[in-house]
């Protein structure tokens, strides 16, 4: 059985990513902060913070020893909606820690545990608004910005030993986070990118998905759900 690892699997996208590699036939193990209320045979749940270098090597290394690391989702992030010129510097800090250092801390340890087993997979989990340049967002977008550049640069570097690493990004996707956000917010991206009737879970876990296999995914690649130009 393919074994994934899948951050931020308490809620949500992670959550209902792993629920969906498990029904496919998967061994998933999930990092997350907070508890995990998934429970399944073939889930196994780490109490990990991304933001933790040790923590995640730590954790890494027990789901290698285990068997094959085939994909990593790095799917654990935080955002934050704030002017520019009034956004505290600590939200600025937090977010590149979770959103980018996370990604990094993962991408590094999996990627090792890949480059011995000569395969494997990295999806890194990104924004349109990056390419939107999405105002009110700057803090955030920087960090998912980081995250592309990232991908760039790793897919290069581990194309040699046969690890492929990508980002999927996603507009507003129907959650407890975004339900918080006025509607006239969420319509305008959506219209933005070409959904204007957005995007349910069971749509962007699909998109998630569907990649895993895709035989024409470029290494390097940043594949966004919806017309972005």
């Known amino acids: 059985m393919p074994i994934a690892l899948i951050t931020g699997t308490s809620q949500g996208l992670g959550r209902a990513l792993s629920e969906r590699l498990l029904a496919d036939g998967w061994i998933v193990h999930g990092f997350a902060r ?6 399944h045979e073939r889930f196994h749940a780490h109490a990990v913070d991304v933001t933790d270098e040790s923590a995640v090597r730590a954790a890494v290394a027990a789901v290698a020893a285990a068997g094959r690391i085939d994909v990593l989702m790095n799917n654990a992030g935080s955002a934050a909606l704030n ?4 956004t505290p510097g600590s939200v600025a ?14 991408l590094q340890a999996v990627g090792k545990v890949m480059v011995r087993q000569r395969g494997g997979l990295v999806i890194n ?17 920087a960090s998912k910005a980081a995250v592309e550049a990232l991908t760039k640069v ?3 570097e581990l194309s040699a030993q046969g690890v492929r690493v990508i980002a999927l990004g996603l507009g507003p996707v129907d959650t407890r986070l975004t339900r918080a956000v006025p509607k006239a ?4 991206i959506n219209n933005a990118i070409g959904r204007p009737q957005g995007t349910t879970m069971i749509e962007a876990v699909e998109f998630i998905v569907s990649r895993i296999s895709a035989p024409d995914i470029e290494s390097g690649s940043v594949e966004y759900l919806g017309t972005v130009t």
Request: charged share 10%.
């Open 93 to 106: 800090e937090t977010l590149m820690r979770v959103n980018y250092l996370g990604s990094f801390h993962c």
């Open 34 to 39: 907070g508890p995990q209320p998934l429970v």
């Open 154 to 156: 790793a897919a290069k």
């Open 185 to 188: 917010a969420l319509a305008k």
């Open 125 to 141: 989990l990104t924004t349109v608004a990056v390419p939107l340049s999405l105002e009110g967002e700057a803090a955030y977008v």
């Open 83 to 86: 002017a520019m010129l009034l």
